[in-house]
Each structure stands twice: as structure tokens, then as C-alpha cells.
């Protein structure tokens, strides 16, 4: 039985996002950064363990690991391990990660304020400069 990869909406809402951003500029890139993501999704899917685990304070995010799109590692890929592969939360640029990092209230620890924006930004929530 082939793995399974199970895409939130949120994840396929980003990465529709980011082929139309790099197609802007480079049709043939958007197609190699698909292809890309989808390459790094069967592989995570295979060994769901490969990917970096992101420590949250939040239970519900626990086991939610990341890994960078090969070809692309501007772009990481959010995801939780499963029985039979990976559900994939969100696929962000570290450019948006790190822009939460340094919205993020400026109290706590690096670390701390590195958490608090990756967790925004897994959960979709907005922030006041993406609203504007």
C-alpha cells in the first residue's frame, strides 16, 4: 500500500499561491516548483520522520515537523507524521515566517517569538501588516 498524503486546505491554498507568484515571472519554474512539492510530499510520505520537528508549547502542535521544498528551500512544508503518511498543514516562504517572527510581540526569547510566529502562521491567522 502506497503512503498517504493527506492536504489541508490551507496547504493547497498556499501552494496554488506560490505557483501563481513564481508563474508571474517564470511559468516554467512554477511547473518545476510543483513538481518539486509534490516530490518532497511522496518522500515525506514514505518517512514521515525526516523532517525537522518545531517544539510548541501548544498540545495541539506537537507533532507538527517541517521540511524544505528540494530545489526551493525558500519554501518549507508543515506537516504532521501519520499512521499511513503525512497530513500537510501549510507550505510557506521563510520570507512570511520571518516576517511573523518580527510582528511577534517583542517579549520572550528568540526562540519563543520564533514558536509564536511559525504557530500563527501553521494556524492561518492573520497578522496586522497581512491585513492592511
Same mark, same amino acid.
Given at each position: 500500500?502506497?503512503?498517504? $498524503? ?7 491554498? &498556499?501552494?496554488?499561491? $506560490?505557483?501563481?507568484? $513564481?508563474? =508571474? &515571472? ?6 518545476? #516548483? ?12 514514505? *518517512?514521515?520522520? /525526516?523532517?525537522?520537528?518545531?517544539? #510548541? ?5 506537537? =507533532?507538527?515537523? *517541517?521540511?524544505?521544498?528540494?530545489? #526551493? ?12 503518511? /503525512?497530513?500537510?498543514?501549510? @507550505?510557506?516562504?521563510?520570507? +512570511?515566517?520571518?516576517?511573523? #517572527?518580527? +510582528? ?6 528568540? &526562540? ?9 502562521? $501553521?494556524?492561518? +491567522?492573520?497578522? @496586522?501588516? @497581512? *491585513?492592511?
Amino acid at each position: 500500500m502506497s503512503p498517504r $498524503i493527506v492536504r489541508r486546505t490551507l496547504a493547497k491554498r &498556499d501552494i496554488a499561491q $506560490i505557483a501563481c507568484f $513564481i508563474a =508571474d &515571472d517564470n511559468e516554467a519554474g512554477a511547473e518545476r #516548483f510543483l513538481e518539486a512539492v509534490e516530490a518532497s510530499l511522496i518522500a515525506l510520505a514514505r *518517512m514521515p520522520h /525526516i523532517g525537522v520537528g518545531r517544539h #510548541f508549547r501548544t498540545p495541539k502542535f506537537a =507533532d507538527v515537523r *517541517m521540511w524544505r521544498v528540494k530545489g #526551493f528551500e525558500n519554501y518549507l512544508i508543515f506537516y504532521r507524521p501519520r499512521k499511513q503518511g /503525512i497530513e500537510v498543514l501549510r @507550505s510557506l516562504t521563510a520570507r +512570511e515566517i520571518s516576517r511573523r #517572527f518580527f +510582528e511577534a510581540q517583542t517579549t520572550g526569547t528568540a &526562540d519563543e517569538r520564533w514558536r509564536r510566529a511559525t504557530r500563527s502562521a $501553521i494556524k492561518g +491567522e492573520e497578522t @496586522s501588516a @497581512s *491585513m492592511v
